[in-house]
């Protein structure tokens, strides 16, 4: 056996797959199976191979995602990344990973990378930052109120909602709000065909007592201006009291009036006095439409990991909040065509990224660059915590540079891959 990844036969894709669900010891049904089949790119899936069975797996997923500034840009989607529990430890997850960025680099399409990590100390050392981080909610809406702005919640009561109890009934409304939505905030990736399925997926072994997924959608003219996909889990207490749950799974809106009739039929949903939330956008205007936050019982975890394949091309993909004129000494181990100084001129329309001999004014690993690319986490922070250093302390540059990369929109990615 070598460690050497192979490129997946169409017609190994069983095997290959069953060897990844055995590593996540997943239970899947055979419809999330067949949706994974259908979104596998066999010709960017590697595997290791021992006596004919496959023993890793990776592949490698062909996004378009939103960048500061509002492009959207290709991004190679790592995912189904698996080692068998007999060959851990001994380099196939080093090797995959190696072979994948090799392959990203050649194929020249695509300047980023970015995946949703099992747990979280894997692949820093492979140059992915954290990037996007998602805030989870728990708001007990029996004592919590809504105070909407009057004019939202004018406008929101003349808007109409359609609801259903099958979330895809409502298809094609959701899909047209989701796909307006992808360029106003960085991290979030279109929809290729198939993808509008993935929210859907909704097995029964997740659903801990909660009812199939449901849809809202909420209209201003006849025209999809927001979504939101939940569920509800009724509970009574034991004297009788409903004190069912919903649960959030998606929620869109193009605009505030938007938000405000979402939120208020979520609160308004009978016999519940809770709705949970996972992943919400760091920003959700839901924090700023509370009276008491308390009772909301945030939190925030990792979502969205990110690495600059070509630190030139990745730099000059998106824009910038600010004029920047900025050298950049980047380290890169992994993929040392990265190592180098790097002069980023650009500003809010775009930006050029090259090669240069200038003196540096600030250096950084690539996976800071990961962690600042899309604007969540700013250059500043991470000289804070020693990551970024300003060649000249006291020249200004950090501020300049940390100012320009930040986004005034959140990053976030609404569902994982
Ligand atoms: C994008 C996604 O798909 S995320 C899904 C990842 N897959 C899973 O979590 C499924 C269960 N786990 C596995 O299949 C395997 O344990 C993997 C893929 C995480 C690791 O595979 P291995 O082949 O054992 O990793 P490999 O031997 O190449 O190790 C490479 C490095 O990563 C480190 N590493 C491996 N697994 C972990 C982990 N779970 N946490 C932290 N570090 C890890 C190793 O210590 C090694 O570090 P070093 O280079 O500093 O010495």
Known sequence: ?????????????????????????????????????????????????????????????????????????PAAGVTMVSVAPTHRRRGLLRSMMRRQLDDVREAGEESLAVLTASEAGIYGRFGYGLAARSLSARIDTARVALELPAG??????????????????????????????????????????????????????????????????????????????????????????????????????????????????????DLTATVVADDRPLDDPLLHLVDDPRRCATAFRDALYLRPVEVGAALAARGYAAPVEVVLEVEDAFCPWNTGRWRLSGDVKGAVCEPTRDAADLSLSVRELGRAYLGGTSLSALAGAGLVREQRPGSGALAAASAAFGSDVQPWLPHGF
């Open 152 to 269: 939202t919640a004018d406008e929101a009561a003349g808007l109409r909602l359609r609801q259903s109890d099958e979330a895809a009934s409502l298809l094609a409304e959701c899909e047209s709000v989701y796909a307006r939505a992808v360029p106003r905030r960085p991290g979030m990736l279109e929809r290729r065909p198939g993808w509008e399925r993935v929210p859907l997926v909704d097995p029964e072994r997740k659903r801990d007592g909660a009812s199939p997924l449901r849809c809202v959608v909420v209209l201003r003219d006849g025209e999809p201006v927001g979504y939101a996909r939940y569920a509800v889990r009724l509970h009574w207490t034991q004297t009788g009291a409903a004190e069912g749950e919903v649960r959030l799974r998606e929620l869109e809106a193009l605009d505030p009036a938007g938000h405000a009739a979402l939120w208020r039929f979520l609160w308004g949903i």
């Open 1 to 73: 056996m070598t460690n050497e990844p192979q490129v997946l036969q169409p017609s190994e894709w069983d095997a290959w797959y069953a060897s990844l669900q055995s590593a996540f010891a997943a239970d899947e049904t055979s419809e999330e199976q067949e949706l994974n089949r259908a979104l596998t790119e066999s010709e960017r899936s590697i595997g290791v191979w021992d006596e004919g069975r496959p023993v890793a797996t990776a592949g490698l997923l062909s996004f378009r995602m939103a960048v500061p500034g509002g492009a959207v840009v």
